[in-house]
């Protein structure tokens, strides 16, 4: 599996755009590059997912590095509500099979008011 | 529609004890995978259900066993509790047959061990 660094902890205000860094070097090119997030007392969510072009949800907008060894996930307007642990994970295309997901530690994002 | 469901919410055991958790996935999922989640640490994956057979499996050792029933619920089973299985365990659901869908978590089973 691809090795993830992440920013253990990241502060922004609410109403700004945060930018959250994923560094993942060893990446393979089949691998798919998912950002999950865990709100407080809850399980994770999913967020978005990419190949290699930029992606944009309703929920956020994902940056591909064109040689894909990293990514930035933008909240485009932070409110109190994106205050979660954020994880970014590399995912093996598995063609609709089996696959256990790879979460590091993530970054902790914390939003002031 | 209701998502994925997991049962008890919290739960206290002691050493030694053994423990079965419940999981029902979001309707229209066929897939169920177990994670645990030791404070502080992001989740590890136990294993993976589908068609009532263990698909993939993490690095967990035997004690951790599970089961999936023809309505795709399924089951954690945790024998011989030792102090370290003390963890937040989730249960995510997911269709087969679509690459990369995402997969949809329960609020997990706080499992405390005494």
């Known amino acids: 599996d691809a090795k993830t660094t992440q920013p253990n902890s990241m502060e922004s205000n609410e109403e700004e755009p945060v930018h959250l860094p994923c560094n993942h070097s060893?990446?393979?090119?089949?691998?798919?590059i998912h950002w999950y997030r865990q709100l407080p007392s809850q399980g994770p969510e999913y967020v978005i997912h990419?190949?290699?072009s930029n992606v944009n949800n309703r929920m956020a907008s994902l940056a591909i590095a064109e040689d894909r060894k990293s990514s930035t996930l933008i909240l485009h307007r932070a409110t109190l509500r994106d205050a979660a642990v954020y994880y970014c994970?590399?995912?093996?295309?598995?063609?609709?099979?089996?696959?256990?997901?790879?979460f590091g530690k993530g970054t902790h994002l914390i939003i002031q008011p | 529609d209701a998502g994925v469901t997991q049962s008890p919410t919290h739960l206290i055991k002691t050493r030694g004890q053994q423990v079965t958790l419940r999981c029902s996935p979001k309707?229209?999922?066929?897939?169920v995978s177990w994670y645990q989640q030791a404070l502080g640490q992001g989740p590890q994956f136990i294993f993976q259900y589908y068609e009532e057979e263990e698909r993939q499996r993490g690095n967990f050792p035997d004690r951790f066993s599970g089961h999936q029933f023809p309505n795709y619920s399924s089951e954690l089973n945790v024998n011989a509790l030792l102090l370290g299985d003390s963890a937040l365990y989730l249960c995510?659901?997911?269709?087969?047959?679509?690459?990369?869908?995402?997969?949809?978590f329960g609020d997990g089973t706080r499992l405390s061990i005494l």
């Open positions: 990419g190949l290699t």
């Open positions: 995510a659901s997911s269709a087969t047959g679509y690459s990369n869908q995402p997969q949809h």
């Open positions: 309707s229209g999922h066929d897939t």
């Open positions: 060893t990446i393979s090119g089949t691998d798919y």
């Open positions: 994970i590399p995912r093996p295309y598995s063609g609709g099979g089996a696959d256990g997901l790879t």
